[in-house]
């Protein structure tokens, strides 16, 4: 088994495939045009996964550093996945400096409970104080 490199350094990203796969295979952001996803990868603390120089896997962790942080496009590519690449990344982000003592940290996941719970993750204790505005179709929009 590779060993999962994890860093935040933006400067290693590769944004076409960051793209590539947030536009034609993820469930959340399908049809995202390139400049809004390098807009948002300026915007956030970004987790790069790499076997050798080859990314594999992503996080994008949006925060203000003090209080509150939510995880978002994470994903490892489909033929690296079930080799413990998501945990690796996730322990990754789990300890980065930036991102401890938060109040808040949130997710939302549509099939990866297990991950993350095995991170402190859980349903919302008082679910009656959220809300969401959600346009889940907004890129696929003419």
Not at 102 to 130: E, M, V
């Amino acid at each position: 088994m590779n060993t999962l490199r994890v860093s935040t350094d933006p400067a290693e990203l590769d944004v076409a495939l960051i793209h590539q796969f947030l536009s034609e295979q993820s469930g959340w952001a399908r049809g995202i045009d390139r400049q809004r996803v390098e807009r948002s990868l300026q915007h956030s603390l970004c987790f790069g996964g790499y076997l050798g120089a080859r990314q594999i896997a992503f996080a994008r962790v949006i925060s203000d550093y003090a209080t509150f942080a939510n995880l978002v496009d994470v994903f490892v590519l489909p033929e690296q996945r079930g080799q413990g690449h998501a945990k690796t990344l996730m322990q990754a982000v789990m300890a980065h400096p930036q991102l401890q003592g938060l109040r808040r940290f949130t997710l939302a996941t549509a099939d990866a409970h297990g991950l993350y719970a095995q991170f402190g993750f859980t349903a919302p204790l008082r679910p009656q104080t959220l809300m969401e505005r959600y346009v889940p179709d907004l890129y696929l929009r003419p």
